[in-house]
């Protein structure tokens, strides 16, 4: 039977041709759709990841309850436990952060402000997460010294309200942990833009020594624990807990409420799209199996004419819709492997999402995974398309499909 | 070695019913090459198709072999399988298959093994002259190579009985008659029995008995005195 069905499409080369490029098209364009969801999600995921860390390590009320003074909820540096994380071999680096809000001057104008204090090294080891615009990054390792200037950080939207550029002096003003005022002067030596134009109107960056000399305390808003293989997550998380029952360790899929909304709004519309994209598959493949079989009710009248058992008739072509849809599949995968590196090779840019000021590039995430289903589900799309149509053929009276046209 | 009994067959219901054959009877013996004469539309092809077991009658018996046919869909198949051989009018060969695997089918379908069948196949293909044509399939052969082929496939499993419908209709005189006298010979041999369907005077002529319908009625039913004729053995 499988030579005979291996046969039948052989000598049906221009048809099997066809109909194999029918499947093989709708099967790359679910894997090419698919594939942009997946690589979408897993930027977003990333990003996420990347702006939070993997595990927050911060006070239990810090993402409940509203402060009454800054670092009210804060929590005290334990140099033993960043020392046991980074001994790990899953951590790739744990970041302490400073949160806190004020002022900032330029001696002429003022405007509200979100800082964040963080240590010199997370630019080095978090990689380009922000663009930077003029300038540079905050210097690796600042050392608080009162002869230093100190180094400042700020998004693009809230320099064009200061009218501030690179070496401009500012002031930041902010209530201390007593809830006495503090201000502190400092210089800017990097303007950014972080994508978001809202956030770029108020974020700013210092060292994080420099936060916490305006906010007069030696704690910190949180620590951020980055791993190098995100599935170690949850271990670390029950571990962290367990050790540190004082303190509430968070996962960034908790925090991540941008990722969030934008998973939930892109999971309607991929998903509608998916659905659309599925029946437009299953009538572009089910069209194609059926016709092909439909047009052979002929021969399906001669074989049964001449002695040939239906279920060996129709079994004939369903395994020949099998052999049609794997060959099809490979194809399909073939053809997503080769869009995927082409996309690779010459960088396609999407526009900027909403609320985003900056583009990011297509990609197409190939899912092993994901190809294995689509395979099997358009090779059983193909099978049951066929078993109907043969069904009907061979359901023929006999003198109908002989005199078949 | 065929008999038939008060045969009918009616299309349709109510108003829109057909009756294409009705109350035909007759016998057959074996070896004999019978003609189905008629104008169109006289019921040749539809007794052709109740006898060839590939339709039902609406009334009425076939016995083959001295034994009733069945009426389930799956001993009328074996029965065909082993029973009868079909010279379609328009050759029904299945495209995908060379001349050789056309023929070799009703073989394989039987279970004859490969060898022995690939033996069978190409002397009838030798016998019916298209042997140098066995790799050929039916799209690149010409009509009355098809027909041969066709007849090769019929008579490879050595059926006691060949339905034929107009097998000359497609030929010119000279292959018409080479076909003929193929028939005749390749049957002779094997003792087969022949029912065909048929416009072509000159093959009443080479057949012993000729059934004449007429608007479903079997209106004459005698044996051939030419010489040319075959007789039942």
Same mark, same amino acid.
């Given at each position: 039977m499988l030579h005979a069905a291996c046969l039948n499409l052989w000598r049906h080369r221009r048809r099997t041709l066809f109909t194999g490029m029918v499947c093989s098209a709708a099967m790359t364009a679910v894997l090419l759709g698919a594939g942009f969801a997946l690589f979408t999600y897993q930027s977003l995921a990333e990003k996420a990841a990347r702006d939070l860390g993997h595990l927050m390590l911060s006070h239990p009320d810090y993402f409940l309850d509203n402060e009454?003074?800054?670092?009210?909820?804060g929590i005290d540096r334990n140099p033993a436990l960043e020392k046991r994380l980074l001994a790990?071999?899953?951590?790739k680096a744990v970041l302490p952060r400073l949160q806190f809000s004020g002022l900032v001057s330029n001696g002429e104008k003022s405007t509200i402000f979100l800082g964040s204090g963080v240590d010199g090294s997370e630019f080095q080891l978090k990689g380009p997460f922000l663009k930077v615009k003029a300038g540079g990054v905050l210097p690796p390792a600042y050392l608080s010294k009162a002869d230093d200037s100190i180094p400042l950080m700020i998004g693009e939207g809230l320099a064009a309200i200061l009218k501030a550029k690179v070496g401009s002096e500012l002031s930041l003003m902010s209530a201390t942990s007593t809830g006495a005022l503090n201000a502190l002067d400092v210089v800017v030596v990097g303007i950014f833009s972080s994508g978001v134009p809202d956030l770029d109107k108020r974020q700013l960056y210092l060292p994080i020594q420099a936060g916490q000399q305006l906010l007069q305390?030696?704690?910190?808003?949180e620590l951020n624990i980055y791993l190098?293989?995100?599935?170690q997550q949850a271990g670390l998380a029950t571990m962290l807990q367990a050790d540190m029952p004082a303190l509430k360790v968070t996962p960034w899929q908790e925090r991540a409420f941008v990722f969030k909304a934008v998973r939930d709004l892109y999971n309607r519309i991929f998903g509608t799209l998916g659905i659309l994209m599925l029946l437009l598959v299953l009538f572009a493949v089910g069209h194609g199996i059926s016709q092909v079989v439909t047009e052979r009710t002929r021969e399906i009248g001669t074989m049964a004419a001449l002695g040939e058992r239906r279920h060996r008739i129709v079994g004939n072509f369903v395994l020949e819709a099998l052999l049609l849809g794997a060959f099809s599949a490979i194809a399909a995968t073939l053809s997503t492997l080769l869009c995927c590196e082409l996309l690779r090779q010459f960088e396609v840019m999407m526009p900027p999402p909403p609320g985003s000021s900056q583009g990011y590039p297509l990609m197409i995430s190939f899912s092993s995974e994901l190809t294995l289903y689509a395979a099997l589900v358009l090779m059983v799309v193909c099978m049951l398309f066929a078993l109907k149509a043969s069904l009907s053929a061979a359901r023929k009276p006999l003198v109908d499909a002989l005199g078949f046209v | 070695m065929l008999k038939f009994e008060h045969l009918s067959k009616t299309y349709g219901s109510g108003l829109a019913q057909n009756t294409a054959l009705k109350d035909v009877s007759a016998e057959i013996c074996a070896g004999e090459m019978v003609a189905l004469c008629g104008?169109?539309?006289?019921?040749k092809s539809t007794l052709l198709n109740l006898l060839g077991l590939l339709d039902t009658p609406s009334q009425g018996q076939i016995w083959l072999n001295q034994q009733p046919v069945p009426a389930d869909v799956a001993a009328l198949s074996q029965l065909r399988c082993r029973a009868i051989g079909f010279i379609f009018q328009r050759y029904n060969? !299945?495209?995908?298959?060379t001349a050789l695997e056309n023929v070799e089918y009703p073989l394989q379908l039987l279970g004859v093994a490969k060898a022995e069948r690939r033996i069978r196949a190409m002397a009838l293909l030798d016998a019916v002259g298209v042997g140098k044509f066995a790799s050929q399939r039916p799209d690149q052969l010409s009509g009355g190579q098809q027909q041969r082929v066709a007849i090769a496939r019929a008579l490879v499993k050595a059926p006691p009985l060949v339905i034929a419908d107009?097998?000359?209709?497609? !030929?010119?005189g000279v292959s018409a008659a080479q076909v003929i006298d193929l028939m005749q010979q390749l049957g002779r041999d094997a003792n087969t029995t022949f029912l065909i369907a048929s416009h072509d005077p000159r093959l009443y002529e080479r057949c012993s008995r000729l059934l004449t319908l007429k608007d479903g009625v079997l209106v004459d039913n005698h044996n051939n005195t030419l010489p040319s004729a075959r007789r039942a053995s």
């Open positions: 009454d003074v800054p670092l009210q909820h790990r071999d899953d951590v305390s030696d704690k910190i808003s190098l293989d995100d599935q | 104008p169109s539309g006289s019921g060969l !299945l495209p995908v298959l107009e097998p000359t209709a497609n !030929l010119d």
